[in-house]
């Protein structure tokens, strides 16, 4: 008899992997410019003069795939913050990452930073940077107050850090003028137009990494949910998995924000449809919300740029008008 | 045996913070009942902590068959010992058999899923624990006892029926009302019965420790204030000391054991 | 007696503030001028009421005697107290500063309102803040210059092809993304017509619009040029041009025909307009200014 959590994991896979599967190759071949398919494909024409060529591979692909990697990153990431925090409100946003991205891709486009890492824009480098700083400072100050790793401090930490950075977001705007800050809000609603497969490669390698430690934490997950105590007594060192959690959640968000901007609602309504069809187990919601995630992500972007076209909205309006209505329906649902 | 000699413990810097623990010593063999004593505040949950490996404390030791605790593997800890909390609340819906499943935990590799051995493991926990018609509805859905009996067929899990195993509970009957305190007790004598399992709960509850325990400790203010077999600690003396209470104790025929009536508080103390 | 003090009386209120007319004194020559709009400074200037302005705002560069004035802020953070301390007797502001403008009115402070336009408006404008501030004449004689050559540029570039050109206003350095393009309206739109080309995204109703990849390779301009308000070294602009490089399909991209003019006149829409619409006419058309 083969185990049943096996049984239910597999066939969840196979649902969300298809489902995934299926978007990531219809949305390249969606758009707001009609793609000759047979031109794009025809290895003949050079590829610097093949305009339909140049769309599916330079515009459309790049996108998709970035669209599929932030999906996944940003719903597994909510997962592993709402098991952590044991709180099924909370959002890969709610420590204060997104805050210290934002601060830094700010900083780069009003000031004009024009250093780029192998490839990467600047706006994208600096704002893992302010992630990375704010992952620091809030892991910092949890650590500070007692030897293990406090949810609740993390909490507080993290609610003080988004207030903080927002300000600075803020004073940093007094020194922006219009185009800076026009351009600061499109990237704050978020952008999933990356041009070219580097800012991808370079996010690839710290996402696999977190994605790595959030298979080692699927069963802690679910042990922490008892308690701190309770998980400790089961033989689970909680700080070290409170620890793995916190840093691999925050890195990976922070990487995905630095590719395509904080785009919100993933990391919320994704866990919760996902626990409503597969329960609570983080063995399956886990794998599932990052397959989930990146179909819904991509399915998202496709709306935003076609709906409207050629004229684009940017992805994070339309997860916000299918997350917002959905959030209400869930918090009326609880009550 | 497990065993606590000379423990102190506080929360917050040594030396700084108010003791909570103060060389406070405590055993119990194997297969044996132990009652933990004293009103809120004296450190029955801190000694249970202490006991349990959570934490570590500031001076004295704690063995398991001699070995520290310290020096043992959580794991290998877990696999011989199970706590129950006073509560249990989930963020999550799991099932009654996910949450028993948990127990698991220790006997399982990092990346390893349950097997049928563990499941009939689990599935066996539910039925001594009679609680086996709950096995697919949401942990959250039940009531406080069908809960306490969950977590506990939980911990039957974890520590299975390994020679020496040793359940701990914190508070067993704070949130029930008499019925299910009747039949928590009768579970954990049956259960203690069958299993050999060696049992101490820490309550303030000073009848249901009547009927259970084999012998107790009473705290007060962090220190011990009596240690030893039930019908020798629990005496009006004792109890004056411990709650500032007169109270009598008497043999009742058809519960079968002490029972403990206040009768006025002690003033000027 | 009664009846000549009523007929007095008469006379007197017909004659007054009868037609509409706001109840601040206005000036017919005002002195103390406060310009929150460097397009306007430019005209004021240019028309030579220079001598009558005490104030522009932070981002005003020219003409060079501005560097000497008082500063008051701009169009997102303009200083109230600032202005108020300066004692203006007119103060020009942009139409979309509306507290601003409400707290000028309860301080009975007599306002310009600057509303951004087209072309036409340009001239509009010279026209009205000449009149504004007593040099009528002189305003309407640098319109008219203004206008005549706009018109020598446009005999220029006649009859030529018009190519396909991507106006880009702002994007992220050194990437393309976040390219922000003009659309079919507005000032820079008409800039390049009279440039002598055709904007990509003429058939786009709006001022500005964010170019996506796809959306430019789709487009296929034949011509990009990118606007900036201030100069860029020459490091600066090749590897700006290089950044366009994976978008290789674009006839623009691959003819090298990617320019990137660094210069203000380009971005204020004052009288040096015609300075700035002669820069995008000379990257489109070389030929034409041999």
């Known amino acids: 008899m083969a185990s049943p959590l096996r049984r239910r994991r597999a066939l969840a896979l196979l649902t969300y992997g298809s489902i995934a599967v299926l978007a990531v190759v219809i949305s390249p071949l969606v ?204 033989g689970l060192d909680v700080t070290r998995a409170q620890r793995i959690a916190f840093i691999s959640a925050s890195l990976a968000t922070g990487a995905a924000v630095s590719v395509g901007g904080p785009i919100g609602f993933i990391g919320i309504i994704v866990p919760h449809l996902v626990r409503l069809m597969t329960g609570a187990d983080h063995r399956i919601v886990l794998p599932a919300a990052a397959l989930f995630g990146a179909a819904f992500l991509v399915a998202c972007d496709l709306v935003a740029r076609t709906a409207m076209a050629p004229i684009e909205l940017p992805v994070g309006i339309i997860t916000a008008l299918v997350g917002g209505p959905f959030f209400l329906w869930l918090l009326v649902r609880k009550a | 045996m497990l065993r606590a000699a000379d423990v102190s413990f506080s929360y917050g810097r040594p030396g700084r913070a108010p003791g909570v623990l103060h060389g406070a010593s405590f055993e119990v063999e194997d297969g044996g009942f132990a009652g933990i004593l004293g009103p809120n505040g004296s450190g029955k949950t801190t000694l249970l902590r202490l006991l349990s490996g959570t934490a570590r404390p500031a001076s004295g030791r704690v063995t398991l068959d001699g070995r520290d605790l310290a020096t043992m593997g959580r794991a290998a800890l877990a696999r011989r010992m199970a706590v129950v909390p006073q509560e249990t609340r989930l963020a999550f819906e799991y099932s009654v058999l996910e949450v028993v499943t948990m127990g698991r935990y220790p006997h399982l590799g990092a990346f390893e899923v349950e097997g049928p051995a563990d499941l009939a493991i689990c599935r066996d926990a539910l039925a001594q624990t009679g609680t086996s018609h709950l096995e697919d509805r949401p942990f959250t859905t039940l009531s406080g006892g069908e809960k306490q009996r969950v977590v506990i067929a939980a911990a039957l899990a974890q520590i299975g029926s390994s020679h020496g195993a040793i359940l701990l509970l914190d508070e067993p009957t704070a949130a029930l009302d008499l019925g299910y305190q009747l039949e928590t007790a009768r579970l954990l004598r049956d259960l203690q019965a069958r299993l050999r399992l060696t049992v101490v709960i820490s309550t303030h509850d000073l009848n249901f420790a009547a009927s259970l325990c084999r012998s107790l400790l009473l705290l007060r203010d962090g220190r011990v204030l009596a240690a030893g077999p039930t019908d020798r600690v629990l005496a009006p003396d004792t109890i004056a000391a411990l709650y500032d209470v007169e109270a009598d104790v008497r043999h009742h025929d058809a519960a079968g054991h002490l029972v403990v009536v206040p009768v006025a508080r002690i003033a000027g103390r | 007696m009664p009846m000549l003090l009523v007929c007095a009386l008469l006379i007197a209120a017909l004659s007054g503030d009868a037609a509409g007319l706001p109840t601040v004194a206005q000036a017919s020559r005002p002195a103390r001028i406060v310009c929150l709009v460097p397009a306007v400074t430019e005209m004021l200037f240019a028309v030579g009421a220079g001598p009558q302005v005490v104030a522009v705002s932070s981002f005003d560069h020219h003409p060079p005697a501005v560097e000497h004035l008082a500063r008051v802020g701009a169009l997102l953070d303009p200083d109230l107290e600032r202005i108020l301390s300066l004692r203006p007797d007119l103060v020009i502001t942009y139409g979309t500063q509306t507290e601003l403008r409400a707290q000028l009115d309860r301080a009975r402070i007599p306002q ?138 674009v006839p623009a991209v691959r003819d090298g025909r990617v320019h990137i003019i660094g210069d203000e006149r380009t971005v204020i829409p004052g009288p040096r307009i015609a300075e700035g619409a002669e820069l995008l006419a000379r990257a489109i058309h070389p030929g034409a200014f041999e």
């Open chain 1, 31 to 234: 758009g707001s410019t009609d793609v000759d398919l047979a031109r794009a494909l025809d290895r003949r024409i050079p590829f610097a003069e093949n305009a339909d060529a140049q769309i599916l591979f330079v515009a459309r692909l790049p996108r998709t795939l970035a669209g599929a990697l932030v999906g996944a990153t940003l719903a597994a990431a909510g997962v592993v913050f709402q098991g952590l925090l044991r709180n099924p409100l909370a959002t890969p946003f709610t420590l204060g990452v997104s805050a210290g991205a934002a601060l830094g891709a700010m900083l780069a486009i009003t000031f004009g930073w024009s250093f780029g890492t192998a490839g990467v824009p600047a706006v994208t480098t600096a704002s893992f940077a302010g992630a990375g700083a704010a992952v620091g400072i809030v892991y910092g100050l949890a650590r500070a107050r007692q030897r293990g790793l406090s949810t609740e401090v993390l909490l507080l930490a993290g609610v003080t850090m988004n207030a903080f950075f927002s300000a600075l977001i803020l004073f940093v705007q007094y020194f922006a003028d219009f185009a800076e800050t026009y351009r600061t809000l499109r990237w704050l609603m978020g952008d999933l137009d990356v041009g070219s497969y580097t800012p991808l490669v370079t996010a690839v390698p710290l996402v696999a990494l977190a994605f790595v430690a959030f298979a080692w934490l699927a069963r802690p997950l679910n042990l922490l949910n008892l308690g701190a105590a309770g998980a400790e007594t089961h």
């Open chain 3, 112 to 249: 310009f309102v600057y509303t951004h336009g087209g072309f036409a408006d340009v001239w509009r404008t010279i026209r009205e803040i000449g009149a504004r501030v007593g040099r009528a004449e002189a305003a309407a004689r640098l319109a008219a210059a203004i206008e005549a050559a706009i018109e020598r540029i446009r005999q220029r570039v006649a009859g030529r092809d018009t190519p396909a050109t991507l106006l880009v206003i702002g994007r992220e350095a050194g990437a393309v993304r976040g390219i922000i393009a003009s659309g079919g309206v507005g000032f820079l739109h008409e800039m390049l017509e009279i440039a002598g080309a055709r904007n990509v995204f003429a058939d786009i109703a709006r001022e500005s619009v964010q170019a996506t990849t796809e959306l430019v390779l789709a487009r296929r301009p034949a011509v990009i040029l990118e606007i900036r308000g201030s100069p860029l070294d020459e490091a600066r602009v090749r590897a700006e041009e290089r950044a366009w490089r994976p978008l290789a399909s």
